[in-house]
């Protein structure tokens, strides 16, 4: 079992920055990858980033290519999603999620391929 808790969200004006934490409950370094996705207000769950277990392959969303980094730190447990350049289109719940190591890449927008999920963090943008 792997507990998530996500830290850092709030409000910004749009062309702001905001840095996620997602902090573990145990060191998923080399055992879980773990990702982000979002759900706004009427819409379903989106991936947004995901790392590797070993923090040398990502992957991001068309939407938030070259604006948000995602990166894990193994001594603190804790995986980053640092967001810039804003817009009210990212404004949303934003969730952290761990699962097994897997060769496939191309199913890591399936919710269900991830085990383990936080409770989220809100992030609102103002235009």
């Known amino acids: 079992q792997v507990y998530l808790t996500e830290s850092g969200g709030g409000s910004v004006q749009a062309g702001g920055s905001l840095r996620l934490s997602c902090k573990t409950s145990?060191?998923?370094?080399?055992?879980?990858?773990v990702a982000w996705f979002r759900q706004a207000p009427g819409k379903q769950r989106e991936g947004v980033a995901a790392i590797n277990s070993r923090a040398f392959y990502t992957v991001y969303s068309d939407s938030v290519k070259g604006r948000f980094t995602i990166s894990r730190n193994s001594a603190e447990n804790t995986i980053y999603l640092q967001m810039n350049a804003l817009n009210p289109d990212d404004a949303a719940v934003y969730y952290c999620?761990?699962?097994?190591?897997?060769?496939?890449?191309?199913?890591?927008?399936?919710?269900?391929?991830?085990?383990?999920w936080g409770q989220g963090t809100q992030v609102t943008v103002s235009s």
């Open positions: 999620a761990a699962g097994r190591p897997t060769w496939d890449w191309s199913v890591w927008v399936n919710e269900a391929t991830w085990a383990y």
């Open positions: 145990t060191n998923t370094y080399g055992a879980y990858r």
